[in-house]
Nanobody, 114 residues
Framework: QLQASGGGLVQTGGSLGLSCVNTGTIARINRMGWYRQTPGKERELVARINSDGSTNYADFVKGRFTISGDSAQNAVYLQMSSLKPEDTAVYYC??????????WGQGTQVTVSS
């Protein structure tokens, strides 16, 4: 299972960090990442990190968010800075292991006030 933490309420321009831990039940993870979703919209990729350490970011967070994780893919972190009201969403941790359905953590709310 994936256990996410962090999130909360922050003012525009502020910073916030999210953490997600693989509680140990998911083996051979190939990639971990963060997605977000707002009411009425599809879940969208925010950032992801592969087992080789390479990263991918959505254009709307480049230069503001940083994803990191441990080499064993047991945890993934998202440091968010220069937050904007449009970053308000429920953020979900994700883990991918090839050949099986993706794993999702519980969502954590991030609210950016204007």
């Amino acid at each position: 299972q994936l256990q996410a933490s962090g999130g909360g309420l922050v003012q525009t321009g502020g910073s916030l960090g999210l953490s997600c831990v693989n509680t140990g039940t998911i083996a051979r993870i190939n990639r971990m990442g963060w997605y977000r979703q707002t009411p009425g919209k599809e879940r969208e990729l925010v950032a992801r990190i592969n087992s080789d350490g390479s990263t991918n970011y959505a254009d709307f967070v480049k230069g503001r968010f940083t994803i990191s994780g441990d080499s064993a893919q047991n945890a993934v972190y998202l440091q968010m800075s220069s937050l904007k009201p449009e970053d308000t969403a429920v953020y979900y941790c994700n883990a991918l292991r090839l050949g099986v359905p993706e794993f999702w953590g519980q969502g954590t709310q991030v609210t950016v006030s204007s």
